[in-house]
T-cell receptor, first 115, second 115 residues
Framework: GAGVSQSPRYKVAKRGQDVALRCDPI?????LFWYQQALGQGPEFLTY????????KSGLPSDRFFAERPEGSVSTLKIQRTQQEDSAVYLC?????????????FGSGTRLTVV | DQQVKQNSPSLSVQEGRISILNCDYT??????FLWYKKYPAEGPTFLIS?????DKNEDGRFTVFLNKSAKHLSLHIVPSQPGDSAVYFC??????????????FGKGTLLTVNP
């Protein structure tokens, strides 16, 4: 597609519910990133994929967070037993290959509200 | 411990004048800096970057200045236009540790350009 597509755009979850957030990167983009943006904060790194390999998951806040990209294209970020502190915008980004001067292309994000 | 700081939450300028957005960092391992622009309900969009081997990078109306000794960078927009009204994020990455893909963001500055 023309850009990074994320779905759903908005998700309201009851505390304790599991959620799955989807990211469709730009076609052919090798690198894929997930970031979490809490209200009033900048995005914070969660995890990084190169093709289907998850090379870095150091930013995942707890073992309730899990990300996958099984075929090297679409990625899913799953949050189990959601808590109120998980409320944030989850941003996905992709790049053809990581080139430091060019940044990544972000999607519009999924706003998760845990009630 | 915030490694990238944008101390001005907001800035208001008149159309046609210069906008100066500031960013400070504490991690001396950062060697690449990027600016992103974000409109409401959209993901951040890459604007301009600078490597630590330079002290200035210019792209049209946008210029980024880097002062390594002061650990400070700034984004200048000249002339400012109403369409520049957005949140601007400063981000940095470090070459060392094999994770130069990981961006550390500031909290952002809301720029409002008044017609």
């Amino acid at each position: 597609g023309a850009g990074v597509s994320q779905s759903p755009r908005y998700k309201v979850a009851k505390r304790g519910q599991d959620v799955a957030l989807r990211c469709d990167p730009i076609s052919g983009h090798v690198s894929l990133f997930w970031y979490q943006q809490a209200l009033g904060q900048g995005p914070e790194f969660l995890t990084y994929f190169q093709n289907e390999a998850q090379l870095d998951k150091s930013g995942l806040p707890s073992d309730r967070f899990f990300a996958e990209r099984p075929e090297g294209s679409v990625s899913t970020l799953k949050i189990q037993r959601t808590q109120q502190e998980d409320s944030a915008v989850y941003l996905c980004a992709s790049s053809l290959e990581w080139a430091r001067g060019y940044g990544y292309t972000f999607g519009s994000g999924t706003r998760l509200t845990v009630v | 411990d915030q490694q990238v700081k944008q101390n001005s939450p907001s800035l208001s300028v008149q159309e046609g004048r210069i906008s100066i957005l500031n960013c400070d960092y504490t991690n001396s391992m950062f060697d690449y800096f990027l600016w992103y622009k974000k409109y409401p309900a959209e993901g951040p969009t890459f604007l301009i970057s600078i490597s630590s081997i330079k002290d200035k990078n210019e792209d049209g109306r946008f210029t980024v200045f880097l002062n390594k000794s002061a650990k400070h960078l700034s984004l200048h927009i000249v002339p400012s236009q109403p369409g520049d009204s957005a949140v601007y994020f400063c981000a940095a990455s470090a070459r060392s540790g094999g994770s130069n893909y990981k961006l550390t963001f500031g909290k952002g500055t809301l720029l409002t350009v008044n017609p």
